[in-house]
């Protein structure tokens, strides 16, 4: 069963019973904290791109659904033609703008739905839901939901704060029916919880100080226009959590050190329910592919491939055999440049390809965090989700300003929530937990 095991509705003293929780009543905008759900759960389903694909990371004006002009841009560099695993691993947007185009926001916002999301309008259908650019938001606690659709290895649970009211005598008086529904496989599931290693675990990621010893930690931030909202959406094996950090009345987010500060406190709360924990790595089930893969090119690796990592495949998706490093190619001065744009960390022996046939599955449990606060210092940049348009209603500006976080558990037989959100600014602070679950306070550090 799917459980809030915490929920944090706002920072500051308490000054109301039973007021505003920004973990569940605060709608956000999500900015590319949304970009695997938005993009990578339709497209890797539908098999419409692997995460080898290469896509073009370019400026680029596109043409959405009223025939007008659309130019997202990055908050970092261009990096030219690289693997969806690059694109994911530094939030390049042009990549998943592509992408979309590929799945249409109709297909987006259907995936969406059965993941619980349920504050999208008809307004959302179109490119800059790709990254997060929507016309109200989500709220943490459905974004939890979401992500632990992932994390439950395809099936989307309801996170419940309750699971039955019952009198003195035992007698049960109401029970709590709780959704659940099927939206992707679990083999979709696994190669997205990989790709999402690549924030945490690359030499580009936008959540490196999100990684846990011994956990294999999936993980994506999330920043709006002019930095007004900062997310950090990840999980373990064990734990689903979500931070939401802004203010209620949209500002600036400036943080020292130039860091996220929600994934600041994603770290400070994930890192420590976990300590007691023993070690869990995602579980590779049998019908997924391994290859050795070019990281220019994103085919499987010959001889001449000079940088080449291991990437994971449903079956029937495995890429061709790399022209791009042959005889004939070997000394191309452009597979330098691709190649520093694609590297991996992990660097295996060309031309293998094999079946990987772990098929351990263990319980997910989902915590969030969202934090509000007056803080005046520098702010931090990393994820790629400012997003620039003339023709779209809502580019990642946020019209709600809450504070929200919420969680709910990611394993189907057993789902463990958290939940924190934080507020400054006089606001409400709530904070919920459900039986048999972990407990931790969450504080605001500069660090």
Known sequence: MDMLLGVFGGLGKKTTSRGFNRATQGIRQTGSASKPLTVLVPGIDKKLFTASTIFDDTKTTFLDKKKENYSPTNNANYLGKITVRRALESSQNIPFVEM???????????????????????????????????EKGVSPLEMAGAYSSIANDGVYIEPIFYTKIAHSNGKTLVTKKQKRQKVISNSVAYIIKNLLTSPVTGSHGTATNCSISGMDVAAKTGTTDDDYDRWLCGFTNYYTAVTWYGFDFNENIDFAGNQNPASVLWSNVMSSIHKKLDKSKFQKPNNILSATICSSSGELANGNCPDTYTEYYLKGTLPSTCKEHNSSNKNNKNNTTQNKNNTINNNVSNNSIYDNSITNTTPNNIIENDTNQNITNKTNTNTNNNTSSNSTKNNNTTHNNTSNTNTSNNNPTKNNTINNTTSNKNTNTNTSTSKNTTNSTTSNTNS
């Open 100 to 134: 979309m185009e590929k799945i249409t926001p109709a297909t987006s916002i259907k995936y969406l739905e059965k993941m619980g999301i349920t504050t999208l309008t008809e307004e959302d259908s179109n490119l800059a839901l790709a990254l997060g650019g929507l």
